[in-house]
């Protein structure tokens, strides 16, 4: 069973950072899948952020591009997204998740696991 458990979300000052952490265990390879971030807000879609592979490189979408950082601790089944210069519309409840494929992950948005989350609240 593959588990992922997220964390690194708090309250900060806009224009301030925070690096979100995500641990995977369980029957789990990172050599053969995608590792992404999404976030939802109150009221609003889930919104893809960030996706990564060991082989393939990193994605990110507009919103967050520039302003993160995706990245992999292979060795230790850990997956991160630092995040810069935060603004209030980034507040959201950001979620951890991987799939096998970049399709199941970024297209379709259907991956085969996730985190329970971790809030971001930036305040003005």
């Known amino acids: 069973q593959v588990q992922l458990v997220d964390s690194g979300g708090g309250s900060v000052q806009a224009g301030g950072s925070l690096k979100l952490s995500c641990q995977i265990s369980?029957?789990?390879?990172?050599?053969?899948?995608?590792v992404g971030w999404f976030r939802q807000a109150p009221g609003k879609a889930r919104v893809r952020i960030a996706a990564i592979s060991a082989y393939s490189g990193s994605a990110y979408y507009r919103i967050i591009e520039g302003r993160a950082t995706i990245s992999l601790d292979k060795a230790n089944s850990m997956a991160y997204l630092q995040m810069y210069n935060l603004q209030p519309d980034d507040s959201a409840m950001y979620y951890c998740a991987a799939a096998p494929t970049f399709g199941k992950l970024w297209i379709t948005e259907r991956p085969d696991y996730w985190g329970q989350g971790t809030q971001v609240t930036v305040v003005s």
């Open positions: 369980g029957n789990f390879d990172m050599s053969d899948h995608f």
